[in-house]
């Protein structure tokens, strides 16, 4: 009878500390497993946190080691799309307050005339000469003549149309505010790159000739109809010899006088959707125009504050 009651008494105490005690005896095991498989199998290194450094004005795919400092003296500026940034929908939620429609004017191009007798624009044009000469890849202005002087430039030479080596077309940070159509003559071109040339708001339809234009980065927050504010594009005709080529953008065949017609486009090219001002020889050829960019307007157009685009959360893929 003594027996059975020291068996029962030890199966009490056991149970008693089983229950106090379970928890903390399984994690302990647990724990143990734990540190017993980190011993034997040495841990992982972590992989080297990648620093970005941004890229200025360099081709892409350009070594780390070899990225060059911001050579930007001075980006430009205008106030023509200063409208858009006054009513970011964002800063309008975060402060509580309505957005408000932007009040736009009718938008006019720039007019700034390039100075073709200063030492800059003749450094250019020698500099271009050069590239044609060595057959060289690439045409990057900013370290042809120096950022000085290229920051007086507000559009290319013709003569870029005869670039046939170009592949990469530097202009980051530049002070244009246009491109000559001949740049479609730069059959060859692979790399286009404007990023943060502010003034640039729109690009001769001649550049969809660039067959070959697969990368580009441009500053789409600066375009007309852009995809985050849709701000309006310059009512046509505009007309003037400095935005006239000599040939349809289209066809190719010469440009009768007095019978341009002109069409704003949305296309992507590259890796952008651009707003393309085409100068065509008839309505025939407008017509002719591809299908515009997802999300754009979907026919080819005149531009002015009555356009109706998309709204701004509509873009899809850029």
């Not at 050579?71 to 307050?97: F, I, K, M, T």
């Not at 009040?103 to 073709?116: A, K, M, S």
């Not at 020889?281 to 504050?305: D, M, N, T, W």
């Amino acid at each position: 009878m003594a027996f059975q009651n020291i068996s029962v008494l030890r199966y009490l105490a056991v149970s008693a500390f089983w229950e106090q005690f379970s928890l903390l005896l399984v994690a302990a095991a647990g724990a143990a497993f734990l540190l017993r498989k980190r011993l034997k199998k040495p841990a992982a290194k972590d992989s080297p946190v990648k620093l970005y450094r941004p890229r200025f004005n360099q081709r892409s795919g350009t070594p780390f080691a070899e990225l060059r400092p911001n050579q930007v003296l001075s980006y430009a500026s205008c106030h023509c799309l200063d409208p858009q940034y006054e009513s970011d929908e964002r800063e309008a939620e975060s402060s509580g307050q309505q957005s408000v429609r932007p009040q736009w004017q009718e938008l006019l191009f720039h007019t700034e005339v390039q100075d073709t007798d200063s030492d800059a624009w003749k450094d250019l044009e020698t500099y271009i000469a050069k590239v044609r000469e060595e057959g060289s890849d690439e045409l990057n202005p900013r370290a042809g003549i120096g950022s000085g002087k290229w920051e007086q430039i507000v559009t290319l030479p013709k003569s870029i149309g005869t670039l046939k080596s170009v592949k990469i077309l530097s202009l980051y940070g530049s002070h244009l505010v246009r491109i000559p159509p001949e740049i479609g003559d730069m059959t060859n071109l692979e790399e286009f790159d404007p990023y943060t040339s502010r003034c640039l708001h729109w690009f001769p339809y001649e550049i969809t000739r660039c067959r070959h234009l697969t990368r580009s980065r441009v500053s789409t927050r600066c375009l007309y109809g852009n995809y985050k504010y849709r701000s309006p594009f310059p009512r046509l005709p505009q007309i003037s010899p400095v935005l006239a080529p000599v040939t349809c953008s289209v066809c190719g065949a010469p440009s009768a006088q007095g019978e341009t017609h002109q069409a704003w486009i949305s296309l992507r090219v590259a890796t952008d959707v651009l707003p393309l001002l085409v100068h065509a020889c008839s309505k025939k050829c407008i017509e002719s125009l591809p299908k515009p960019a997802f999300g754009y307007v979907q026919r080819p157009h005149f531009g002015g504050l009555d356009l109706e685009q998309p709204p701004t959360s509509f873009s899809g893929p850029r």
